[in-house]
């Protein structure tokens, strides 16, 4: 399994979610959204070349390679529908908007016209 | 500091390095020779907004951000004069071509003509 090291940031907004992806490019990744409430990133990181093939000797290996997942619990407030995801310069980005907030509950006070005579009787 | 994981290779005419540069692009690294046998490769990941401008709150912080630095010693059949170095998907390559090989010693075995008379007396 090859490490990814994801940095989440919360905006006014969006939730922001941004991914170390070194070497790959967008067609490599795969982001999805399962259950409505998780996200999930995935793929694969190869080595360019096989070092079986005889004509290439591995002096020092620290880069990590092979598939990868990772899994997010999204916020109840996210919007799935809008979510969009970018890939430049080996940095994947998702972004996931907000839903707009509910309207808040506000108990209210008003006046109550006091007529004279019966009501409705 | 930020962490840098780098490959190193051996092919028949090169050494090749190859180095995650997540989020970074070419002018953002630098790439030095040192006293003629240190491959130097230093820069620094940024994040791309800052914590306290008080619209970004940081949910999860797993990359490494700050200032970078590796040295390689560099064998003594590099071609310093032909390092070439790329960087492109975060990814940074440098290879260097390996001098050729100098004339390998061969002890000689051939025949002297012996001839009638004195040497030259």
């Known amino acids: 399994m090859a490490t990814t ?3 989440v940031k919360e ?4 939730y922001v979610f941004v991914a170390d992806m070194p070497g790959l490019k967008h ?7 399962e259950n409505d409430n998780v996200l999930k990133i995935s793929g694969e990181r190869r080595r360019e070349d096989a070092v079986q093939d005889g004509e290439v000797k591995y002096v020092r290996v620290e880069r990590s390679a092979g598939k990868f997942m990772r899994k997010f619990n999204l ?3 996210a919007n799935l529908d ?3 995801a970018g890939c ?7 972004v996931v908007p907000k ?3 509910p309207d808040i509950y506000r108990p209210r006070t008003f006046d109550v016209n006091v007529t004279s005579g019966n009501l409705g009787q």
Chains 1, 2 share one sequence.
């Not at 905006?11 to 969006?14: D, E, G, I, K, R």
């Not at 067609?27 to 959204?33: A, E, F, L, T």
């Open 5 to 7: 090291a994801v940095d």
């Open 11 to 14: 905006l006014a907004n969006s």
């Open 27 to 33: 067609s490599d990744i795969k982001v999805q959204v």
């Open 75 to 77: 916020p109840t407030n």
């Open 82 to 84: 809008q979510i969009s």
């Open 88 to 94: 430049q310069d080996g940095l994947l980005t998702i």
């Open 99 to 101: 839903m707009p907030p």
